[in-house]
């Protein structure tokens, strides 16, 4: 049976006297007619949708810091992640949390270089030009003194050290974070109140930071789709098996678990996520997948081959680890 209009009266309704006192004018008529085709904006409904959208990009590109949200089994939380050079930034204190992987990299000893010579003769020549004092000549005949090749040793160490600095750095992710906790705000406004009010952290050192602090709003955090990690899905879609496994969110969690695992010193979790570890080829195996062609179907055939349950625990541990260096900031 078909709806009645809630205008149209039912037959069964008694008659009732029009009143031409209640006719509408056609000018009102129209009136409405033209309210109803041109609906007034709603200032309120902007502003609010305003709320929803990054208000000031712009900011993060300056200060090349951005906002991150992160989902973990025990809740979800706003931080902020950059990317620098790793000679340009301090690594966060851990005390003897872990083994530090920065420590190998310290503690590794150039080679010192021996010298030996097998003729005597030129050995002893050798000696002679290294008595101080003595004028040597450069290749063009022109004699220079001990202090002037000493300058220029110096000189060429220090360059030698620059070009090795330059060799050795690496783009590495630095979080907000302090003594080896990543601080994850339940709300914007908390993480903003954090930032503006000059308590200790690791990204104090950045050099955009000051100009961030001067601009932040709590409107501004709003994380990209890209930026935001729901890694409190990831153990239970691994569990579901290779036909419900996710590319999109698994590869993501790959990403933040790795800047993670390096930011808050965490080899353990490196290790994991090593090339050539198993845990490495599920995520070469998904990027295949998702990159479709010919690749995708040696992905799905790689994928048969990594145990789910496996990969489930392996992320367990990950995301046991992660959340076990978090400090909760409401």
Do not use: C
Not at 195 to 217: C, E, F, I, K, Y
Not at 297 to 317: D, E
């Amino acid at each position: 049976m078909a709806r009645q209009s809630p205008h149209r009266p039912d037959a069964d309704e008694p008659d009732t006297e029009f009143d031409e006192s209640s006719r509408t004018t056609d000018t009102a008529t129209d009136s409405t007619a033209d309210a109803a085709a041109d609906p007034v904006e709603d200032d309120t409904d902007l502003d609010d949708n305003e709320g929803t959208e990054p208000a000031n990009r712009a900011l993060w590109e300056d200060v090349r810091i951005d906002p991150v949200e992160i989902a973990l089994p025990s809740g979800s939380g706003f931080t902020l992640r950059a990317y620098r050079l790793s000679n340009t930034v301090t690594p966060t204190e851990i005390g003897e949390r872990e083994v530090d992987p920065f420590d190998a990299r310290a503690r590794r000893v150039e080679d010192e270089e021996t010298v030996v010579f097998l003729d005597e003769e030129f050995a002893e020549d050798f000696e002679d030009d290294d008595k101080p004092g003595r004028p040597r000549r450069t290749r063009d005949g022109d004699e220079v003194d001990d202090e002037e090749l000493l300058a220029d040793d110096e000189l060429d160490d220090d360059e030698a050290d620059e070009a090795d600095d330059d060799e050795e750095a690496e783009e590495v992710a630095v979080f907000l974070t302090h003594r080896g906790k990543l601080l994850l705000f339940k709300s914007r406004e908390a993480l903003v109140s954090f930032v503006l009010s000059g308590a200790p952290h690791d990204m104090s050192g950045l050099d955009t930071w000051d100009d961030l602090v001067a601009r932040l709003q709590p409107a501004d955090i709003v994380p990209l789709d890209e930026d935001s990690y729901e890694l409190d899905l990831v153990v239970e879609n691994l569990r579901g098996g290779h036909d419900t496994w996710d590319p999109t969110l698994l590869i993501s969690a790959g990403e933040i678990a790795r800047d993670l695992s390096y930011a808050l010193r965490l080899p353990s979790v490196l290790d994991m996520l090593s090339t050539g570890s198993s845990l490495d080829d599920l995520d070469e195996a998904l990027r295949a997948t998702a990159n479709g062609g010919l690749g995708a179907f040696m992905g799905r055939r790689r994928l048969k081959k990594i145990g789910a349950q496996t990969a489930s625990l392996g992320w367990r541990t990950i995301i046991g680890k992660i959340s076990a260096a978090v400090d909760w900031r409401d």
